[in-house]
């Protein structure tokens, strides 16, 4: 592990150390239980094998530039965590659980943490699973809680570059009344079909439209998208997207550069009048739109291809607070290590 090429990494699973794990049976949460073991031992009837009784968090700690290892809104990933559970019946943990697991995957794992100045980051992956041993469609009273990472490298390798996506009316992510608004695998089996043959044309990733009417913008495949204008940052307010924690970040940001902040519906034709477009979220913070090509109508939109100044301030301004380089005036990051 001493000899990693820290800017060569991508996003992939990356063998760390040490995970932690949760188990929930007989009314209640276990101890939390520290290994190295990488493999889960798992009942071929388990409910989640079957029935999608699957969630998962994504979430990322930093080393600063003053060395600190700081874990970025470690608290709002735990609440969206709790949310994912309560809609699929399965046992909620504690946010101390979640906190308290993070941060010890994240001291457990510190040989993993990249160097300031890598553009690197750690990221981590709570997954959660009902194992109830059954055959009926029902609630899962027996659950795991894993918490594991993995080193990731930046996602722009050259520097920020926008990125063409493809507008696809014929497939949906999320029903209005589903479960679009919560991190379930079920909402990424519903979108790897459409994400796939987007690839396969040359996209990044689907631009979504609401199910009933398709009509308004949703999500840009794992991220949440915005659109900047007349110094106002827009992005849809939807029951069917998820709340991005990037996203509530970059409305804070926006307001706190004076932008004004508008969530709210995004109708389509609204794409001509947008001078920056992006797409946010952990992975990459900010991934500037060059091009959105409407794949039914032909029709497309071209932003440029250099990123937009108001977005490459956000980005800076994220950055900033995530690597300890700027003031972190909101509390949003906990310092580990
Ligand atoms: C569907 C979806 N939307 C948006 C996001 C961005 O959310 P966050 O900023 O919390 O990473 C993600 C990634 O977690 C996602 O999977």
């Not at 970025?72 to 946010?95: H, I, Q, Y």
């Not at 950055?319 to 509390?331: K, L, M, N, S, V």
Request: a negative charge; hydrophobic letters at 35%.
């Amino acid at each position: 592990m001493n000899q990693v090429d820290w800017g060569a990494l991508g996003f992939d699973y990356y063998k760390t150390d040490w995970n932690v794990r949760f188990y929930y049976k007989d009314g209640k949460w276990s101890e939390m239980e520290v290994t190295e073991d990488e493999y889960i031992r798992m009942h071929m009837s388990a409910s989640c094998l079957h029935y999608g009784l699957e969630l998962f968090e994504g979430l990322k700690a930093f080393r600063g530039v003053d060395g600190k290892v700081r874990l970025f809104r470690v608290g709002d990933n735990a609440r969206r965590l709790r949310a994912s559970a309560e809609r699929l019946c399965l046992p909620v943990p504690t946010m101390e659980m979640i906190v308290e697991g993070c941060k010890e995957v994240v001291r457990r794992n510190e040989r993993h943490v990249p160097p300031y100045g890598t553009g690197a980051s750690l990221y981590l992956r709570p997954v959660m699973f009902g194992t109830k041993v059954g055959l009926g469609v029902k609630p899962s009273d027996e659950a795991m809680l894993i918490i594991y990472c993995s080193p990731v490298g930046a996602y722009f390798k050259e520097g920020i570059k926008p990125i063409k996506v493809a507008l696809d009316r014929e497939q949906d992510r999320a029903a209005p009344r589903g479960t679009g608004d919560v991190k379930v695998g079920g909402n990424y089996a519903a979108s790897i079909y459409s994400g796939h043959h987007a690839h396969e044309l040359g996209y990044s990733n689907v631009l979504y439209l609401d199910a009933k009417e398709h009509k308004y913008i949703e999500e840009c495949g794992a991220a949440n998208f915005f659109g900047i204008k007349n110094n106002t940052y827009v992005t849809p307010k939807s029951p069917s997207i998820l709340p991005s924690i990037t996203n509530m970040s970059l409305r804070q940001l926006a307001a706190d550069f004076g932008m004004k902040v508008e969530e709210r519906e995004v109708p389509v034709e609204e794409l001509t009048t947008f001078e920056e477009c992006g797409a946010c979220g952990t992975a990459a913070v900010i991934s500037p739109i060059g091009t959105i090509f409407d794949m039914q109508t032909g029709v497309r939109y071209d932003y440029g291809q250099e990123v937009g100044a108001q977005s490459m301030r956000l980005y800076a301004g994220l950055q900033d607070i995530q690597y300890g380089r700027a003031e972190d005036t909101h509390g949003w990051t906990t310092v580990v290590l």
